[in-house]
């Protein structure tokens, strides 16, 4: 099973990208599955998670700003970033529960500019 992640970039303050986490290989469900990031320096925190039957959660510092979701029929978790701001600059990993293994992707840059 591999974890694909797309989607970051460089973006101004205020702007929005979409990211991507695409899960291929033999897979017959996929349990939870999470957004993360790592600022440099900082340690690596929870952006938003959303289970396989839907529900979701996020980070205080994105509610409101981030929305989470996954299509099951393609396999693929998103996460939708709006009014981004500088702290959000990271490296943002997806991962999923597949089988009780825990699998991640490797990893987007979101660069936000003031």
């Known amino acids: 099973v591999q974890l694909q992640a797309s989607g970051g970039g460089l973006v101004q303050a205020g702007g929005s990208l979409r990211l991507s986490c695409a899960a291929s290989g033999s897979i017959f469900r996929i349990n939870d599955m999470r957004w993360y990031r790592q600022a440099p320096g900082k340690q690596r925190e929870l952006v938003a998670g959303i289970t396989s039957g839907g529900s979701k959660n996020y980070a205080d510092s994105v509610k409101g700003r981030f929305t989470i979701s996954r299509d099951n029929g393609k396999n693929t978790l998103y996460l939708q970033m709006n009014s981004l701001k500088p702290e959000d600059t990271a490296v943002y990993y997806c991962?999923?529960?597949?089988?009780?293994?825990?699998?991640w992707g490797q990893g987007t840059q979101v660069t936000v500019s003031s």
């Open positions: 991962n999923a529960r597949i089988a009780l293994l825990l699998y």
